[in-house]
């Protein structure tokens, strides 16, 4: 019992710390720790849950199984969720169509390597540029025009061009499902828990694009001008930063990652069809609001959250309870930490 | 406004005229009411040239009854109002002694009635609501239920010295729930080991409920769901090196399972209706006959409209008249009927048959991947 006490104290220690924003901005200003510092408390809550599970005299072997398929499906919610957090951060607006533009890099990826017989890189970066495009046109045509507009039209604008990328996918694409051929096919045994090389892959992808984004955002400067922007959107602009182009650019990289999403998920989970981007557009903004919407290291938090919630729930209750409990949590976040968990809650001004 | 009463006055002479000749005719007239246009048109055009080839076979051994058999057949645009006008034409102005159909539940739950009241015996070769024969004993049916299905697979997973097995199926979908329930009950019923495994509409990752089957032991998984999925679970469950004998149902009875999932599939089995693999003499003499008559491979259904009009046809000759009332009866007293589907059939007192579910496999031939019969198992 005291083993179980201990091991759940050490988690609990680990995820504070992780969370708390005074040690946080600590840690980030210390040169030494700004890289160890996470993955070293990540190693540590992992310890603590071992150590548990010992106590508990679980099967180990199948709770790690559960994580491995929950970070792959993690992976794929973070990466639609940081489009949902990068877009709001900028222009406060909930961009629906954000999971049919990872249907449509999907479906790019897929035309990719079955007929132009691509290998997976070539495949991943054309269903990226292709999403990154569409994004961009659907910010030009749809969003623009209402810049200036309640937020509710471009909202409803949203929610009309989500409808409408379905509906042409299904015209276009035809609503017959499209298989993935199998591109990664390895499997390797890490004590006993097996880790498919398309799983390995899909996870690696994400977290090279998400140092990826954290670079572009922290270190170039339209990363600078985007942040700047989605600090005060006007200073920006008497600053001198061009406010429309910085908008294209976020949509661009929005895009691009929702359409990397699309193709990962047709190598390890092979079938898409166009109304497949309804249900993780919304996992994805739920992964979005619990890490802190506009905050970019919560979207990947968030995304691992749900993704891991989720099989854990359907390994060991039902997936009848699988949805319920995502959008459970949702309104449990809201309601406790209502800016999410790595927001900082900042008090409207009047 | 003459001319308007002549033309009701012509149309009336006419539509006497047409009935008198219909009466006169030396004919037994049996209808058919199946969707011929429309996206339900290949499985009504399924069904009607199994019921032209009975009749054509019936016909050139001298009919029944000594009189040569016509069908009628029209199209009910699988529409539930145009199936009620349809079946209501063919027994008031065609007057035919039975109906074959219609083809689907939400058509055939519509003719039932209106047979019933009219007192004409109506076999629907291919509808699997369960309240469909539930309106009368003029309403039967030759396909079998979908509980079968669960009840054949557990059959066969048990033959196969199968004592664990789970089942995978879709929350909120009556078919896939009813036939998890119908595992549940039969697997308990047999002594087996048995866990239900949920998954939801639109979901795309199994793992999870894949790695709780491998971990629980189960030798033997039971997949009531549609051929979409299929593709996914077997080729996941590959991938994680898990592989239990799948059986699936006759929603996984498609090539674009073995298209899609390819190797993944191999091994894995079904319930179906009708195996064109199934070694019977009567069934390849079926399938040699429909080749020759219509110069292409048939599809499943048309076997058991082949099979509803042959029941139809032999229930007239056994009732030695062309009344309805003693068709009916001896409709509902079929027993040892040898059908392509399965056989022998009979009918229970709902008047649903009592028949051996067809098991096929995936097997590898000439370096493809092919269908193949393994068994007729009772449910």
């Known amino acids: 019992m005291s083993r179980v006490v201990a091991s759940l104290l050490l988690c609990a220690v680990c995820i504070l710390l992780a969370l708390l924003r005074k040690y946080r901005t600590h840690v980030v200003s210390n040169p030494a720790l700004k890289y160890s510092y996470y993955p070293a408390l990540i190693l540590l809550a992992a310890l603590g849950i071992n150590y548990l599970l010992t106590a508990l005299g679980a099967n180990k072997v199948y709770t790690f199984q559960q994580a491995v398929y929950g970070l792959s499906l993690g992976s794929v919610y973070a990466l639609i969720a940081l489009g949902y957090t990068m877009v709001y951060g900028i222009i406060r607006l909930i961009n629906f169509a954000h999971g049919d533009i990872y249907m449509v890099g999907a479906y790019a990826g897929y035309y990719a390597v079955t007929v132009m017989h691509l290998p997976f890189v070539p495949a991943l970066v054309i269903a990226m540029v292709a999403s990154s495009v569409l994004g961009v046109l659907i910010e030009r045509i749809a969003y623009k025009p209402l810049r200036n507009s309640p937020r509710i039209t471009l909202l409803i604008t949203a929610i009309g061009m989500s409808l409408l990328l379905e509906n042409v996918g299904q015209k276009l694409f035809t609503s017959t499902p499209r298989t993935y051929p199998t591109i990664f096919k390895a499997s390797y045994e890490v004590f006993g828990v097996s880790v498919d090389q398309s799983r390995i892959i899909i996870f690696a992808v994400t977290v090279l694009l998400m140092i990826g984004l954290q670079y572009f955002v922290n270190y170039t400067k339209p990363g600078m001008a985007m942040r700047a922007l989605s600090q005060d959107r006007d200073a920006a602009r008497l600053m001198g930063i061009n406010v429309d182009r910085v908008i294209s650019v976020t949509f661009a990289v929005g895009s691009a990652l929702a359409g990397a999403a699309g193709i990962l998920v047709g190598i390890v989970y092979p079938q898409i069809k166009p109304t497949m981007g309804i249900m993780p557009g919304l996992k994805a903004f739920v992964a979005a609001v619990i890490g802190g919407i506009g905050i970019i290291p919560g979207a990947m938090l968030g995304g691992m959250i749900i993704g891991v919630s989720e099989n854990f729930v359907t390994a060991y209750i039902s997936s009848s309870w699988r949805d319920a409990i995502a959008f459970g949590l949702l309104i449990l976040i809201l309601l406790v930490k209502p800016s999410g968990l790595l927001g900082k809650s900042v008090r409207e001004k009047v | ?379």
């Open chain 2, 1 to 379: 406004m003459k001319r308007g009463y002549l033309v009701v006055a012509l149309t009336f002479v006419v539509l006497t005229a047409l009935t008198v000749s219909a009466v006169a005719a030396d004919t037994i007239k049996i209808g058919v009411a199946a969707p011929l246009t429309g996206p339900l048109a290949p499985y009504g055009e399924g069904v009607r040239d199994g019921a032209i080839l009975a009749v054509e076979q019936a016909n050139a051994k001298g009919g029944v009854l000594g009189k040569q058999i016509e069908l009628v057949i029209l199209d009910d645009q699988a529409d539930a109002t145009q199936a009620a006008n349809v079946v209501t034409r063919l027994i008031q102005r065609e007057k035919v002694v039975g109906v074959i159909g219609p083809v689907i539940s939400a058509t055939a739950s519509v003719g039932g009635p209106i047979c019933q009241r009219f007192g004409i015996p109506m076999i629907t070769p291919t509808a699997t609501a369960v309240s469909i024969t539930r309106v009368g004993d003029y309403v039967f049916r030759v396909c079998f239920l979908d509980d079968s299905q669960g009840s054949a697979a557990v059959n066969y997973m048990y033959g196969e010295g199968i004592k664990k097995a789970a089942v995978l199926y879709k929350v909120g979908d009556a078919y896939s729930e009813g036939l998890r329930d119908v595992f549940m009950q039969k697997t308990k019923e047999l002594g087996m080991e048995s866990i239900d495994v949920a998954y939801n509409l639109g979901d795309t990752d199994f793992s999870a409920q894949l790695s709780r089957m491998k971990n629980f032991g189960a030798e033997g998984v039971f997949c009531p769901f549609y051929y979409e999925d299929a593709v996914l679970v077997t080729r996941q469950a590959k991938a994680m090196g898990y592989n239990p004998l799948f059986v699936g149902t006759d929603g996984w009875d498609a090539q674009e399972l073995l298209d899609q999932a390819g190797d993944a599939s191999l091994g894995s089995a079904m319930t179906t209706h009708f195996s064109p693999t199934d070694s019977r003499p009567i069934v390849q003499q079926y399938l040699a006959d429909f080749q020759a008559r219509f110069g292409h491979f048939p599809i499943v259904l048309a076997a058991l409209g082949y099979d509803a009009t042959r029941l139809m046809i032999e229930a007239i000759g056994r009732a030695g008249s062309d009344d309805p009332k003693a068709i009916r009866a001896a409709i509902a007293a079929t027993e040892g009927f040898d059908g392509v589907t399965g056989s022998p059939i009979s009918l229970d007192e709902n008047g649903d048959p009592v028949k051996d579910v067809t098991i096929i496999k995936v097997i590898e031939k000439d370096g493809e991947l092919a269908f193949d019969f393994v068994a007729a198992v009772r449910p």
